[in-house]
Antibody, heavy 117, light 110 residues
């Protein structure tokens, strides 16, 4: 079955850029929508944005000015880039697949990113 | 966009029923489907209800969902509570290609 795996640095300094990649196995990124969701420690889920396999994107207005999603069909991966991070961006970052308005399924296991100097 | 509001926590004894509300701040709850996720500690969320009241295969029929336009709320009902149901539950909906999560409800099985 399809599996997603997030990867990237676990520590980012304030004001720097956070970059994460989600690798898809057991399926292709050449279909479906691919989202990023984060969860600050002890807090709830926050949807950050999605990218469609065609490359079209949609972002949460709360982060839209700082976030860029991209997709690499040759590597079966999609990526998140968030600029000018602060301690408030410390969270577990999840990637997930969905088909339009269907449930997010599956999710990756999540990766903790800490913003600290 | 609208907000989805959930109580921070609910608790109940094993075998009993809990009902978790998810109230939409503006626009009709019936305008867009509501989904519910269960998140156990240290795990990624999994779907327990989609399209307001549909259960994915493998989810016990102790889990059910409904919406009420009079309260502009969606509800997750968990009957016959088991200790394994102790988790955080999140409602989710969408608007204009933006996804919105509720703040989450911690369910404690006493």
């Amino acid at each position: 079955q399809v599996q997603l795996q997030e990867s990237g640095p676990g520590l980012v300094e304030p004001s720097e850029t956070l970059s994460l990649t989600c690798t898809v196995s057991g399926g292709s990124v050449n279909r479906y929508y691919w989202s990023w969701i984060r969860q600050a420690p002890g807090k709830g889920l926050e949807w950050l944005g999605f990218i469609y396999h065609t490359g079209s994107t949609n972002y949460n207005p709360s982060v839209e000015s700082r976030v860029t999603l991209s997709i690499d069909t040759s590597k079966n991966q999609f990526s998140l880039r968030m600029t000018s991070v602060t301690v408030a961006d410390t969270a577990i970052y999840y990637c997930a697949r969905h088909d339009g308005y269907d449930p997010f399924d599956p999710w990756g296991q999540g990766t903790l990113v800490t913003v600290s100097s | 966009n609208f907000l989805l509001t959930q109580p921070h926590s609910v608790s109940e004894s094993p075998g009993k029923t809990v009902t978790i509300p998810c109230t939409r701040s503006s626009g009709s709850i019936a305008s867009n489907y509501v989904l519910w996720y269960q998140q156990r500690p240290g795990s990624s969320p999994t779907t327990v209800i989609y399209d307001d009241n549909q259960r994915p295969s493998g989810v016990p029929d102790r889990f059910s969902g409904s919406i009420d336009t009079s309260s502009n709320s969606a509800y997750l009902i968990v009957s016959g509570l088991r200790t394994e149901d102790e988790a955080d539950y999140y409602c989710q909906s969408y608007d204009s290609n933006h996804w919105i999560f509720g703040g989450g409800t911690k369910v404690t099985v006493l």
